[in-house]
């Protein structure tokens, strides 16, 4: 019986290592990975990062903002988005320079409108989860567009969504 144990165990040991599960260690390359990607992209934007618990509270509070959800229209912002927030689609890789195909054809000067006036109102840019580029894309364009008050959440709309805040749909 000892015996056909351990087998059970030795086998279910192997099985998970060769069929792709992954140990605490080399889990925690990934996470590293993905946190110095996000420090980097913050530090070279020059804009702040906050969390869902963040803007749920100035939400809360009635802090005056714009939201910005930088995933596509139909495909992610009408299913659901932040209460709130606004579309403006930006592509995944960085934009060095502005790129109208990756903002479905619409201007500097459209998004400008759409974050409005007063350069230091607080800006909020997300996508949907840490890895995804839109939001630093969407952060990084509002710095450059003069706005001083810019935040990125990085944990984006899946973050929001397993906080168990609110998720608004439509348009």
């Known amino acids: 019986m000892k015996r056909l144990c351990f087998m059970i165990l030795a086998v279910s040991v192997l099985l998970t290592g060769c069929l792709g599960g992954e140990d605490k260690f080399e889990r925690e390359v990934v996470k590293e990975a993905e946190a110095v990607k996000l420090a980097r992209e913050t530090v070279k934007g020059d804009y702040e990062l906050l969390t869902v618990a963040d803007l749920k509270e100035l939400q809360d509070k009635g802090e005056a903002m714009v939201i910005v959800d930088t995933m596509p229209y139909e495909d992610s912002y009408v299913k659901g988005h932040v209460p709130g927030a606004v579309q403006f689609l930006f592509p995944i890789k ?34 949907g989860y840490v890895k995804c580029g839109r939001s630093d894309n969407g952060a990084v364009w509002a710095k450059k567009l003069g706005y001083t008050n810019v935040k990125r959440l990085p944990g984006g709309i899946f973050a929001w969504k397993g906080a168990g805040y609110p998720v608004a749909t439509g348009e």
């Open 94 to 127: 960085p934009m060095a320079t502005w790129d109208a195909a990756g903002t479905d054809g619409k201007s500097e000067a459209d998004y400008t409108a759409l974050l409005g006036p007063d350069k230091d109102k607080l800006i909020v840019v997300y996508c």
